[in-house]
């Protein structure tokens, strides 16, 4: 029979934890959002490090393929590239994985190209655990 092993205070776990402070960020792209950059969250910190984006496709695009990078000024495809893992004609959620820690205050940016698409929207997330 197994038994009981907590409770457990904050105070057993590593300080050094890069995960102990996580954050999500959001922005919301439809096909009427012009082309261009779009920020992803405040300006962060240096050490700061970016595990995962999510690309929740809410209502299908139609009649194009747009595209979208996730990156930073200096790098626009630093950490995705839709064409290689998003499908804007179906409804459903395209998980990336990055686990960067950036080494200098950056701020993530969402390039976005609707391409002539229309009805579509969607919402990206980027998933950070802070220095």
Do not use: H
């Amino acid at each position: 029979m197994p038994s009981f092993l907590g409770p457990y205070s904050l105070d057993e776990f590593p300080e050094d934890n890069l995960l102990k402070k996580i954050n999500i960020v959001k922005i919301t792209i439809d096909s009427s959002s012009n082309p261009g950059t779009y920020n992803l969250g405040d300006i962060l910190q240096a050490g700061t490090q970016i595990l995962q984006f999510f690309i929740k496709i809410r209502n299908p695009f139609e009649n194009s393929e747009p595209s979208l990078t996730i990156g930073t000024n200096s790098e626009p495809i630093k950490f995705a590239d839709s064409s290689e893992s998003v499908d804007f004609s179906t409804q459903g959620i395209f998980v990336g994985m990055s686990f960067e820690t950036l080494e200098f205050a950056s701020q993530i940016k969402c390039y976005w190209n609707p391409n002539g698409a229309i009805n579509g929207e969607m919402d990206v997330y980027a998933l950070l655990s802070d220095p």
